[in-house]
């Protein structure tokens, strides 16, 4: 009797034990052992498929998004131009309504020196925020360093539909409509908005944007002549 009770104690010990996933006496894991229970994880293709859906979800997403952030940018290098137009408005006024004028200038920082720190100590705008150009000492001459953005001289406040300032052209040469005043590519030179056109300051001080092939002719009058920053 007491024979039977002990092996009936022992094949209920031993079925809890399987029950509740405890090691049996061969080295298994029972009932709930990894080679009999569920699957865990993520497979290797499921894996690659999920990189691959985001991967897609992020390039729309930048798709969706980059017109705007085109946008942004190129409104905040038009707010320097016009925050430069300030500081050349007071400046002609001072002078008889001439912007800066300076002798044998082959730069566009000789001629737009003049107005650091007289008429402003701001030097943050004349670098085009989107360019790679270095930020400048603020209230400091920028004459040896580099600034972004092209300076027609010798203009007047007295034809206020004259072209006064753009970003950074290809060249210094006179261009018909439809010709690049801007990079094409995105490379140097002008590229200051990549291969998305640029700015151009009248001396009225608004702006006007502009596609790579620039829509209206580019003619400097006598006495005019464009100046790029240094390279």
């Known amino acids: ?36 229970g569920r699957r865990a994880g993520f497979s290797l293709i499921e894996l690659l498929v999920v990189l691959v859906v985001i991967m897609i979800l992020t390039v729309m997403s930048w798709a969706f998004l980059f017109p705007d952030h085109q946008r942004q940018q190129r409104a905040a290098c038009q707010q320097n131009l016009q925050r430069i137009h300030i500081a050349l408005g007071i400046y002609a006024s001072d002078l008889g309504g001439r912007f800066p004028v300076t002798g044998g200038a082959r730069t566009a920082e000789e001629a737009l020196d003049m107005l650091v720190p007289r008429y402003t100590v701001d030097t943050t705008i004349f670098i085009c925020p989107v360019s790679r150009d270095a930020l400048l000492p603020s209230g400091e001459s920028f004459r040896s360093r580099k600034i972004s953005y092209a300076y027609y001289m010798g203009q007047t406040s007295a034809d206020p539909a004259a072209l006064l300032m753009s970003d950074r052209q290809v060249d210094t040469q006179p261009k018909s409509a439809g010709q690049y005043a801007f990079s094409q590519t995105g490379d140097p030179p002008g590229s200051n908005h990549q291969q998305h056109g640029g700015n151009f300051l009248f001396c009225d001080g608004h702006v006007v944007s502009s596609p790579a092939r620039v829509p209206f002719s580019l003619v400097t009058p006598q006495g005019v002549v464009l100046l790029n920053p240094r390279p």
């Open 1 to 36: 009797m007491d024979t039977d009770f002990a092996e009936q104690k022992l094949s209920r010990t031993t079925f809890e034990g399987l029950r509740f996933g405890e090691t049996s006496g061969d080295g298994s894991d029972g009932l709930l052992s990894p080679g009999r």
